[in-house]
């Protein structure tokens, strides 16, 4: 990784140069909850002074741009004997500014499962590929457990990384094409100051983290409390609503329906993400549920976050951003509810 130094002046005008020839989304206000506190999406911006880059957090994450709720695959023509598919992959180039570095982490980890895993996608690698990503530090955000889980800091999976020292960022570039772009404006090498300064806000941000879980043990204590009350006492909370799986970054499970025309002519095949806390889940033809409970859908997304995926990766699915928390009408959020879990294995 190469470090630079950018003036707040360079920064905005590298963000107007991408503007000229890209799509570029940044985190926008879209409102304010009842205490008055703002509310923030990841949206395409027209102009610099559109984003607001002291969020704390976004409801949707940046999934939302590589792995879309709903995404046509494929379409179909018939004649005669004779067919046509049509695929077409998204390649305009975008650039993503602002990206905290849990949701940088997100990525990566569903680069693990979509790039490198046995079934490549080419949907998401088309996305992944023709979008910059520009990432941010930033103080930690109410009860994210970021640090918990390791994604409080990153070093891959972005184009560039910055981090705000008052005047100037700190820069730390990942890639070829973050190199290109960022030599578009002025930057400078980066002297004792700059590092010493860039040390002492990552140590303060290091230092400022309030909610902690703790996962050391927890593949271990899920083992051992794989029929615990807990599940029964969190899963009857549970609306079955699906809320948590879609703002999550890192949930990608997906259902996929063909829709034929009534004159048989043509076809497109549609992918839409779903939740493993869905009622149908795990529907099976002939009726069959297996997990027809609410407590044994949420038990398995906790399997899944924390258990399956470690076993796999050797490291959690969740980065803690605690959005599932937010949004959850239920009140059910990872933090309390391994905290319950860890109490009921130390019984
Ligand atoms: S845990 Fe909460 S957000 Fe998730 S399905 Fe249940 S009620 Fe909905
Ligand atoms: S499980 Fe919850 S806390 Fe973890 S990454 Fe998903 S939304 Fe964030």
Not at 20 to 34: F, H, I, S, Y
Not at 109 to 131: C, H
Not at 282 to 311: C, I, W
């Amino acid at each position: 990784m190469l470090f630079k130094v950018l003036s707040k002046d360079a920064f905005r005008r590298l963000v107007e140069l991408l503007l000229d020839a890209n799509e570029v989304v940044g985190p926008r206000v879209v409102g304010q909850d009842r205490p008055g506190k703002r509310r923030y999406q990841l949206l395409p911006i027209d102009r610099f002074e559109d984003m607001s880059l002291d969020y704390d957090k976004t409801e949707y994450s940046a999934k939302t741009y590589f792995l879309p709720f709903k995404e046509k695959l494929s379409s179909y023509a018939f004649e005669g004997d004779d067919w046509q598919q049509q695929i077409r992959y998204r390649i305009r180039p975008r650039a993503i500014v602002g990206l905290h570095a849990c949701d940088i982490n997100a990525l990566v980890k569903l680069d693990k499962v979509l790039l490198k895993g046995d079934f490549p996608s080419p949907y998401y690698l088309s996305r992944r590929e023709n979008t910059f990503v520009i990432g941010i530090d930033h103080d930690p955000c109410d009860n994210g457990f970021c640090a918990s889980v390791g994604a409080d800091i990153v070093s891959h999976g972005f184009d560039l990384f910055l981090t705000d020292l008052g005047d100037r960022y700190f820069v730390a570039i990942d890639s070829d094409r973050g190199f290109r772009v960022v030599n578009t404006v002025d930057i400078r090498d980066v002297t004792e100051t700059d590092r010493e300064e860039y040390m002492q806000v990552r140590n303060r941000i290091a230092g400022a983290f309030k909610t902690e879980v703790n996962i050391r043990n927890l593949p271990t204590v899920l083992d051992l409390e794989f029929e615990s009350p807990v599940w029964d006492r969190w899963g009857d909370r549970c609306l079955s609503c699906g809320s948590c799986a879609a703002v999550c970054p890192t949930c990608y499970c997906y259902g996929v329906e063909e829709r034929i025309s009534m004159s048989f002519d043509e076809s497109v095949k549609v992918k839409r993400l779903y939740s493993c806390n869905l009622l149908d889940f795990a529907m099976v033809a002939g009726d069959h549920n297996f997990r027809p409970t609410r407590a044994s859908r949420l038990k398995y997304r906790y399997y899944h976050q924390h258990r399956g995926f470690t076993e796999t990766y050797d490291e959690p699915k969740c980065v803690g951003c605690n959005r599932c928390g937010d949004t959850c009408l239920a009140g059910i959020n990872p933090p309390e509810l391994i905290a319950d879990l860890e109490e009921e294995a130390a019984r």
